[in-house]
């Protein structure tokens, strides 16, 4: 029995985490802490939540210190990156398995870090045990981490498909231009905020943080890590009028069209995917939507060559609270425990 606390318990991500982990029957929620919500149990803030013994567990305030949290197996950090980087340092060497789910330790590159995140980074020398928590990419090195970086949902939403289509990034142009819709829990990832809440987008539709988002540098350096070459990356987020799920529209320029062989190419990735349990292909593009992966972890995504316009397109679509966030960081605990990947998630 693996014992779980998880920082920052009543945002979006958080309850997904209790979601998921409630009735598992081999771990035990033991900390849940929220300073909004300290002194209150599960059943009276979300009573949806409260199923089995912990109905009656009470959220807490966020410790003061690493003490409290040092009997626990595992942590998650569903914390903003400033309270993310405290805790990370403050756990390092005690032998408690954090995933952090912010963004505190994808980047690799301090000055980009500090630059898109608008902040010293004060524990980067942590960086280097920081596992990237991409499942699929990195099953083996997460298996014996201590400190997991879960990547963005945006970019869950790229980087998977992009991870399958790997053989072939060479074939097109250094350019990427990437176009992602999400639902407004995606935005505003914690707690709904006034400019990004589903009052606001209602029979509405807007782009976001056009000029940069925090994102962009961590598709940027994880597609460079898959082909070895200086892609860059320009992204533009949208918010839909929707609590979840992430549609996302990837476009790349051949370099020559005749190069770009798609049967050959759908063919490797589906042999990829074999092994996959919640990566999914579409032959056809028309077939992905949300509904298909909101309130699941599967990741679902097709490909696409515009013969006419000479452009490659690859379209994805996951659910931001889920493969995007709680329920890729689940998928990692699995791993880092060995218990089944999919145990909890199916």
Known sequence: MKNIAIIGAGGFTGQELIRILASRPDVRLRKITSNEYAGKTLLEIFPALAVGEIKHLVFENHPENSESLKSMDFVFLATPDNVSMYWANALHGTGVKVIDISGAFRLKDKAVWEKFYGM?????????SAIYGLTEKYREQIKNASLIANPGCYPSSVLLPFYFLRDFLELFEESIIIDSKS???????????????????????????????????????????????????????????????IYTVAYMKPKSLPAVDMSKIKNTVKAYLDKEPFVRFYDNPNDLQLKNVQNTNFADFSLHLDVHAGVFILLSVVDNLRKGAAGSAVQNMNIMMGAPETMGLL
Do not use: C, W
């Open 183 to 245: 639902g407004t829990s995606g935005a505003g990832g914690r707690k709904e905020k006034d400019s990004l809440g589903y009052s606001t987008v209602y029979e509405n539709f807007r782009a976001y943080r056009i000029e940069a988002h925090q994102h962009q540098p961590e598709m940027e350096q994880e597609i460079n890590n898959l082909s070895g070459s200086r892609f860059k990356v320009r992204f533009t987020p949208h918010l839909l009028p929707v609590f979840r799920g």
């Open 120 to 128: 010293e980074h004060t524990a980067f020398p942590l960086m280097d």
